[in-house]
């Protein structure tokens, strides 16, 4: 497994940004994976992780399999089911790949998966390449 950039005051990926969930990403043949355990300071319903966390793990690990090709691009859309809810203190284990592209636009798709093996949240995802001074400022 290949290490991915790091942006340090990234909330999801940073590792120097103190309210940030600091997950690590790595290459994995055609696919991008993580794994994040719950704390209880992204709960929503007591004892319970907040569905927007769920879906930021989601953006990030889709549009990281975009990164990954080398393709600069920001989020245009994602569609996220919730499949079960998951209590502070489980272990998720996070995967996404980019599935197609068609033209500037590239698609790709998530899951978050629990220690049970249990499929928790799925991801669609629309991300737009960058292109001129936005691409200067990403990069």
């Known amino acids: 497994m290949k290490p991915l950039k ?7 990926c940073g590792d ?3 309210i940030g969930l600091n997950v690590s990403f790595y290459l994995e043949d055609d696919k991008v ?3 994040y355990t719950t704390g209880s300071n992204f709960q929503g319903y007591k004892n319970i992780l907040h569905g927007g966390i769920l ?4 953006d990030e690990v889709m549009i990281r399999a975009v ?5 600069t691009c920001l989020t245009t859309e994602i569609k996220v ?3 079960k809810m998951v209590r502070i203190g489980d272990k998720l ?3 996404g790949r980019m599935i197609g592209e068609k033209g500037r636009l590239f698609l790709a798709e998530g899951k978050i998966v629990n220690q049970n093996g249990e499929i928790v949240a799925e991801g669609e ?6 292109e001129g001074e936005l691409e200067k400022i990403l990069t």
Do not use: H, M
């Not at 879906?55 to 989601?58: K, T």
């Not at 995802?125 to 960058?130: D, E, H, N, T």
């Open 6 to 12: 790091r942006y340090p005051q990234c909330f999801v």
């Open 16 to 18: 120097q940004n103190p």
């Open 33 to 35: 994976v993580a794994e």
């Open 55 to 58: 879906s930021a793990l989601l």
């Open 67 to 71: 990164l990954a090709k080398g393709i």
């Open 81 to 83: 089911r919730f499949k």
């Open 93 to 95: 284990y996070i995967e």
């Open 125 to 130: 995802g629309k991300f737009i390449k960058a």
